[in-house]
């Protein structure tokens, strides 16, 4: 599953530039505090237990997340006709989703909210502050921007070779098979599959915010570089200003 995770994780961050959450019904909250490696993300405080107050600034318009990995991936009708058009409607027949390769994936995220920590000055120098008391570790990293679906399916092939029927009550397009109220089911499956089939308030993507490692080094008191051409010259590089605290982390596999 390790490399089917990677390839789901590595597909969603060059689609969308968010970090993806795995497995996908992972809780997350704005305000999360944790380690980041590799595909997992394990939370170990949050914010408010270490005292910090921030103001969440809310999404205010909606949007979908939909991507299917470039390769590995066809959709047909269980009649026996390869389903092409997003547009398409499922039969009443249903459809058949088959994964060639390991990593293979459809993700849907229907009405996405995206939420963000308000004031990143203020949270640069309140995380300063936990660092040099010696309460905030080097390696930990904060949720400042959380992605709220109000449902999302999300199929996952953990082999190289499965495939997933599906029925729903209504007629539903193929670009929306994380409808909710569409009554969507499994009726079969072969291979080892990780699904989440129109599951209401998942938080499939995020980002993370941590000291920045530059920062992290005037900070510690790490050793000046030796210069050379004698007296006057120096290092004048300061600490950084807490409006240039964080930096995001990126994704490392």
């Known amino acids: 599953m390790a490399n089917a995770a990677k390839a789901y994780l590595q597909g969603l961050n060059d689609k969308f530039s968010y970090l993806g959450t795995w497995l996908p019904n992972g809780n997350r909250r704005l305000g999360d505090v944790g380690v980041q490696k590799g595909e997992e ?26 991507h299917t990995s470039h390769s590995g991936v066809k959709l047909r009708s269980k009649l026996g006709g390869e389903l092409k058009a ?38 640069g120098e309140a995380l300063i502050k936990l660092f040099e008391q010696g309460r905030w570790e080097r390696e930990w990293s904060v949720i400042d921007t959380l992605v709220i679906a109000k449902s999302a399916t999300i199929i996952v092939s953990n082999s190289k070779a499965s495939m997933l029927e599906l029925d729903a009550k209504t007629p539903l397009q193929l670009a929306n098979l994380a409808d909710a109220s569409a009554g969507i089911s499994v009726v079969s499956q072969s291979g080892d599959v990780t699904r989440f089939i129109a599951a209401e308030g998942l938080t499939p993507l995020f980002k993370l915010s941590r000291l920045r490692k530059s920062l992290l080094g005037s900070l510690l008191g790490a050793a000046k570089p030796i210069t050379f051409g004698g007296p006057g010259r120096t290092d004048t590089a300061g600490r950084p200003s807490a409006d240039n605290a964080l930096e995001h982390v990126p994704l490392e596999l």
């Open 41 to 66: 993300w394990k939370r170990v405080t949050s914010l408010r237990d270490l005292g910090i107050t921030f103001t969440v600034r809310p999404g205010t318009q909606t949007i979908d997340f939909t």
């Open 86 to 123: 997003a547009g398409a409607t499922l039969a009443e027949a249903g459809i058949a989703i088959e994964f060639s390769e390991e990593g293979s994936f459809v993700f849907q995220a229907a009405s996405c909210r995206t939420d963000e920590i308000e004031d990143q000055v203020s949270l």
